[in-house]
């Protein structure tokens, strides 16, 4: 059965420090994974992925794909406040995509 | 704006309505889809409907029913709300499966 599995599932961090957010997966026919980050409201994209080792960075957020051993990571350097949200890994097939049950940040001033 | 809508954003309705979520993307994308997310923010995919397949989580009861009269709306009628039913339902798009463009959510809250 296809499955994203997301750790850790809560996270509380002060600002400054360094999270790493990781996501396992697996999925039959694999054909991208997408880094989401939810606040109040409706998921909004980060990144998409969809081939192994390279970085994609955006400001203080990066994340990178090993699709040999089938996770990625999500790095937010120098946390801020309004990085606290909930962090949704999804993978894609040709079919659907799945999603993790999400990371919960917390960054404290 | 280009971008995934819905209506309304907040439900409140009682046991045993009939209610509907409209759902309109103006993104061009070919395929449409329903998720449910509830009180631990889990995604659940419902639907998902492009124009030549629908496909149904075959877990969403057949009160959950889909509706697209064109390519840029896919509408959610539910039937016989029931209390579990209470969630934030979110519509996406997407161009031939490739990620997915979230609408702001609907928040069901069914007394």
């Known amino acids: 059965e296809d499955k994203v599995v997301q750790s850790p599932l809560s996270l509380v961090v002060h600002e400054g420090d360094t999270v790493t957010l990781n996501c396992s997966y697996e999925?039959?026919?694999?054909?991208?994974l997408l880094w989401y980050k939810q606040e109040k409201k409706a998921p909004t994209f980060l990144f998409m992925l969809?081939?192994?080792?390279i970085e994609k960075k955006s400001g203080r957020l990066s994340s990178i794909l090993d699709k040999k051993e089938l996770f990625s990571i999500l790095n937010i350097t120098a946390t801020q406040t309004g990085d606290s949200a909930i962090y949704l890994c999804a993978v894609g097939n040709n079919n659907d995509m799945r999603f993790g049950a999400g990371t919960r940040l917390t960054v404290k001033p | 704006d280009t971008a995934v809508s819905q209506t309304p954003k907040y439900l409140v309705t009682q046991m045993g309505n009939d209610k509907s979520i409209k759902c309109e993307q103006n993104l061009g994308h070919d395929t449409m889809y329903w998720y449910k997310q509830d009180s631990k923010k889990f995604l659940k995919i419902m639907f998902s409907y492009n124009n030549k397949e629908l496909i149904i989580n075959e877990t969403v009861p057949n009160r959950f029913s889909p509706k697209s009269p064109d390519k840029a709306h896919l509408n959610l009628h539910i039937n016989s709300l029931e209390l579990g039913d209470s969630a934030v339902y979110f519509c996406a798009s997407s161009h031939f499966r490739v990620g997915r463009f979230f609408g702001p959510g609907t928040r069901l809250t069914v007394l």
């Open positions: 969809t081939s192994s080792g």
């Open positions: 999925v039959t026919n694999f054909r991208s």
